[in-house]
Protein backbone atom coordinates (compact mmCIF):
# COMPACT_ATOMS: atom_id res chain seq x y z
CA UNK A 1 0.00 0.00 0.00
CA UNK A 2 1.44 3.46 -0.63
CA UNK A 3 1.85 6.22 2.18
CA UNK A 4 3.69 9.12 2.55
CA UNK A 5 5.57 10.50 5.71
CA UNK A 6 5.99 14.01 6.43
CA UNK A 7 8.28 13.85 9.60
CA UNK A 8 8.01 17.62 10.31
CA UNK A 9 4.29 18.82 12.03
CA UNK A 10 5.29 21.72 12.89
CA UNK A 11 8.01 24.52 11.55
CA UNK A 12 8.78 27.75 12.90
CA UNK A 13 10.90 30.04 11.57
CA UNK A 14 11.86 33.67 10.70
CA UNK A 15 11.89 35.72 7.67
CA UNK A 16 14.90 34.73 4.93
CA UNK A 17 15.52 32.17 6.52
CA UNK A 18 16.09 28.95 4.11
CA UNK A 19 12.95 26.35 4.58
CA UNK A 20 13.37 22.74 3.61
CA UNK A 21 10.27 20.14 4.41
CA UNK A 22 11.01 16.54 4.59
CA UNK A 23 8.71 14.26 2.35
CA UNK A 24 8.67 10.18 2.05
CA UNK A 25 6.92 7.53 0.89
CA UNK A 26 6.13 3.88 0.08
CA UNK A 27 5.09 2.26 -3.03
CA UNK A 28 6.93 0.11 -5.16
CA UNK A 29 6.28 1.28 -8.95
CA UNK A 30 6.84 4.46 -10.84
CA UNK A 31 5.27 7.55 -8.96
CA UNK A 32 3.87 10.78 -9.72
CA UNK A 33 4.50 13.52 -6.53
CA UNK A 34 3.12 16.55 -5.11
CA UNK A 35 3.11 19.06 -3.30
CA UNK A 36 -0.05 21.23 -1.98
CA UNK A 37 -0.15 23.96 0.45
CA UNK A 38 -3.21 25.18 2.61
CA UNK A 39 -2.89 29.00 3.52
CA UNK A 40 -5.02 30.02 6.16
CA UNK A 41 -8.61 29.87 5.63
CA UNK A 42 -8.60 29.21 2.12
CA UNK A 43 -8.51 26.08 0.04
CA UNK A 44 -5.84 23.73 -0.86
CA UNK A 45 -3.87 24.55 -4.18
CA UNK A 46 -1.33 22.65 -6.21
CA UNK A 47 2.74 24.17 -5.19
CA UNK A 48 4.47 21.82 -7.92
CA UNK A 49 4.64 18.32 -9.24
CA UNK A 50 6.82 15.77 -10.70
CA UNK A 51 6.19 13.22 -13.08
CA UNK A 52 8.96 12.43 -14.92
CA UNK A 53 12.39 13.91 -16.21
CA UNK A 54 14.51 16.38 -14.23
CA UNK A 55 14.33 15.34 -10.59
CA UNK A 56 14.48 19.55 -9.74
CA UNK A 57 11.03 20.45 -10.11
CA UNK A 58 10.03 24.07 -9.69
CA UNK A 59 6.71 25.60 -8.55
CA UNK A 60 4.91 29.02 -7.93
CA UNK A 61 6.13 31.05 -5.46
CA UNK A 62 9.51 30.40 -5.78
CA UNK A 63 9.59 26.98 -4.16
CA UNK A 64 11.42 24.07 -5.48
CA UNK A 65 10.84 20.33 -4.63
CA UNK A 66 13.66 17.63 -5.44
CA UNK A 67 13.03 13.89 -5.87
CA UNK A 68 15.09 11.43 -5.42
CA UNK A 69 14.67 7.85 -6.34
CA UNK A 70 17.14 5.96 -4.21
CA UNK A 71 15.82 7.72 -1.20
CA UNK A 72 12.17 7.76 -2.02
CA UNK A 73 11.92 11.52 -1.15
CA UNK A 74 10.46 14.25 -2.56
CA UNK A 75 11.78 17.30 -0.13
CA UNK A 76 10.66 20.70 -0.61
CA UNK A 77 12.58 23.89 -0.56
CA UNK A 78 13.09 26.94 -0.33
CA UNK A 79 15.89 29.67 -0.11
CA UNK A 80 14.17 32.70 1.65
CA UNK A 81 10.66 32.30 2.99
CA UNK A 82 8.50 35.27 3.64
CA UNK A 83 5.71 36.05 6.46
CA UNK A 84 3.08 34.90 3.32
CA UNK A 85 4.42 31.39 3.49
CA UNK A 86 2.81 30.55 6.48
CA UNK A 87 0.30 27.74 5.61
CA UNK A 88 0.36 24.02 6.12
CA UNK A 89 2.19 21.85 3.34
CA UNK A 90 1.06 18.56 2.00
CA UNK A 91 2.96 16.21 0.14
CA UNK A 92 1.36 13.51 -1.84
CA UNK A 93 2.02 10.68 -4.13
CA UNK A 94 0.36 8.93 -6.79
CA UNK A 95 1.02 5.44 -7.91
CA UNK A 96 1.15 5.60 -11.78
CA UNK A 97 -0.55 1.83 -11.70
CA UNK A 98 -3.42 2.78 -9.34
CA UNK A 99 -4.72 5.56 -11.45
CA UNK A 100 -7.10 7.13 -9.54
CA UNK A 101 -6.18 8.16 -6.01
CA UNK A 102 -3.30 10.49 -4.02
CA UNK A 103 -2.45 9.69 -1.40
CA UNK A 104 -1.45 12.37 1.42
CA UNK A 105 1.04 13.00 4.24
CA UNK A 106 -0.33 14.55 7.65
CA UNK A 107 1.14 17.78 6.44
CA UNK A 108 3.21 20.09 7.99
CA UNK A 109 2.75 23.66 9.39
CA UNK A 110 5.00 26.46 9.04
CA UNK A 111 4.95 29.50 10.74
CA UNK A 112 7.04 32.05 9.50
CA UNK A 113 7.77 35.07 12.20
CA UNK A 114 8.19 38.91 10.54
CA UNK B 1 -10.38 27.91 -14.27
CA UNK B 2 -11.82 24.83 -12.59
CA UNK B 3 -14.47 25.75 -9.57
CA UNK B 4 -15.32 22.92 -7.41
CA UNK B 5 -17.94 24.54 -4.96
CA UNK B 6 -18.68 22.53 -1.78
CA UNK B 7 -22.73 23.90 -0.80
CA UNK B 8 -22.14 24.30 2.90
CA UNK B 9 -18.74 25.63 4.27
CA UNK B 10 -20.25 25.32 7.75
CA UNK B 11 -22.85 22.94 8.93
CA UNK B 12 -24.21 22.00 12.80
CA UNK B 13 -25.57 18.56 13.02
CA UNK B 14 -27.24 16.09 15.85
CA UNK B 15 -25.70 12.98 16.83
CA UNK B 16 -28.18 10.66 14.55
CA UNK B 17 -29.24 12.85 12.16
CA UNK B 18 -28.65 12.02 8.30
CA UNK B 19 -26.33 14.94 6.54
CA UNK B 20 -25.44 15.31 3.05
CA UNK B 21 -22.30 17.36 1.72
CA UNK B 22 -22.85 18.47 -1.97
CA UNK B 23 -20.56 18.91 -3.97
CA UNK B 24 -20.22 20.48 -8.00
CA UNK B 25 -17.53 20.91 -10.22
CA UNK B 26 -18.09 22.90 -13.60
CA UNK B 27 -14.96 21.90 -15.24
CA UNK B 28 -16.02 18.25 -16.60
CA UNK B 29 -14.04 15.87 -14.88
CA UNK B 30 -14.47 12.33 -14.60
CA UNK B 31 -12.98 11.81 -10.98
CA UNK B 32 -14.39 13.49 -7.99
CA UNK B 33 -13.35 12.53 -4.45
CA UNK B 34 -14.00 12.86 -1.18
CA UNK B 35 -11.52 13.25 2.13
CA UNK B 36 -11.65 14.76 5.57
CA UNK B 37 -9.17 16.43 6.93
CA UNK B 38 -8.24 16.42 10.54
CA UNK B 39 -5.25 17.94 12.43
CA UNK B 40 -2.42 15.87 12.49
CA UNK B 41 -3.52 13.15 10.12
CA UNK B 42 -3.65 14.98 6.82
CA UNK B 43 -6.16 14.39 4.88
CA UNK B 44 -7.75 10.71 3.97
CA UNK B 45 -9.56 9.14 1.21
CA UNK B 46 -13.20 8.47 2.30
CA UNK B 47 -14.60 7.85 -1.09
CA UNK B 48 -14.12 8.31 -5.19
CA UNK B 49 -15.89 8.19 -8.37
CA UNK B 50 -14.29 8.15 -11.46
CA UNK B 51 -17.82 7.87 -13.21
CA UNK B 52 -21.29 8.45 -13.68
CA UNK B 53 -23.11 5.73 -10.70
CA UNK B 54 -19.55 4.50 -9.98
CA UNK B 55 -18.00 4.43 -6.60
CA UNK B 56 -14.89 3.11 -5.00
CA UNK B 57 -14.14 2.85 -1.26
CA UNK B 58 -11.15 5.26 -0.04
CA UNK B 59 -8.98 4.11 3.37
CA UNK B 60 -12.00 5.34 5.50
CA UNK B 61 -15.41 4.47 3.98
CA UNK B 62 -17.11 3.44 7.31
CA UNK B 63 -19.93 5.65 8.37
CA UNK B 64 -20.38 7.37 4.68
CA UNK B 65 -22.24 6.68 1.19
CA UNK B 66 -22.21 8.45 -1.54
CA UNK B 67 -23.67 9.46 -4.90
CA UNK B 68 -22.95 10.22 -8.31
CA UNK B 69 -25.87 10.34 -10.56
CA UNK B 70 -24.46 13.25 -12.51
CA UNK B 71 -20.87 13.78 -13.82
CA UNK B 72 -20.54 17.20 -12.12
CA UNK B 73 -22.21 16.36 -8.69
CA UNK B 74 -20.64 14.05 -6.17
CA UNK B 75 -22.58 13.78 -2.89
CA UNK B 76 -21.52 12.50 0.40
CA UNK B 77 -23.82 10.98 2.96
CA UNK B 78 -23.37 10.31 6.73
CA UNK B 79 -26.45 8.29 7.29
CA UNK B 80 -26.46 8.43 11.05
CA UNK B 81 -24.52 11.22 12.11
CA UNK B 82 -21.62 10.51 15.23
CA UNK B 83 -19.09 13.29 16.78
CA UNK B 84 -16.30 11.34 15.75
CA UNK B 85 -17.69 12.46 12.16
CA UNK B 86 -17.06 16.07 13.61
CA UNK B 87 -14.58 16.95 10.95
CA UNK B 88 -13.41 19.28 7.63
CA UNK B 89 -14.50 17.76 4.70
CA UNK B 90 -12.83 18.11 1.15
CA UNK B 91 -14.14 17.26 -2.40
CA UNK B 92 -11.72 17.93 -5.42
CA UNK B 93 -12.00 16.71 -9.06
CA UNK B 94 -9.45 15.76 -11.14
CA UNK B 95 -9.43 15.22 -14.93
CA UNK B 96 -8.19 11.63 -16.24
CA UNK B 97 -5.58 10.26 -13.79
CA UNK B 98 -4.97 11.74 -10.82
CA UNK B 99 -1.49 12.42 -12.03
CA UNK B 100 -3.02 15.98 -13.38
CA UNK B 101 -3.39 16.97 -9.52
CA UNK B 102 -6.71 17.31 -7.71
CA UNK B 103 -8.70 20.42 -7.42
CA UNK B 104 -9.89 21.21 -4.40
CA UNK B 105 -13.40 23.29 -3.00
CA UNK B 106 -12.91 25.31 -0.09
CA UNK B 107 -14.18 22.47 2.81
CA UNK B 108 -17.28 21.97 4.62
CA UNK B 109 -16.26 21.83 7.98
CA UNK B 110 -19.00 19.72 9.88
CA UNK B 111 -19.92 19.84 13.94
CA UNK B 112 -21.73 16.86 15.27
CA UNK B 113 -23.21 17.67 18.47
Known amino acids: AQSVSQHNHHVILSEAASLELGCNYS??????LFWYVQYPGQHLQLLLK??????LVKGIKGFEAEFIKSKFSFNLRKPSVQWSDTAEYFCAVNGVDSSYKLIFGSGTRLLVRP | DVKVTQSSRYLVKRTGEKVFLECVQD?????MFWYRQDPGLGLRLIYFSYDVKMKEKGDIPEGYSVSREKKERFSLILESASTNQTSMYLC????????????FGSGTRLTVV
Open chain 1, 50 to 55: YFSGDP
Open chain 1, 27 to 32: YGGTVN
Open chain 2, 92 to 103: ASSLHRANYGYT
Open chain 2, 27 to 31: MDHEN
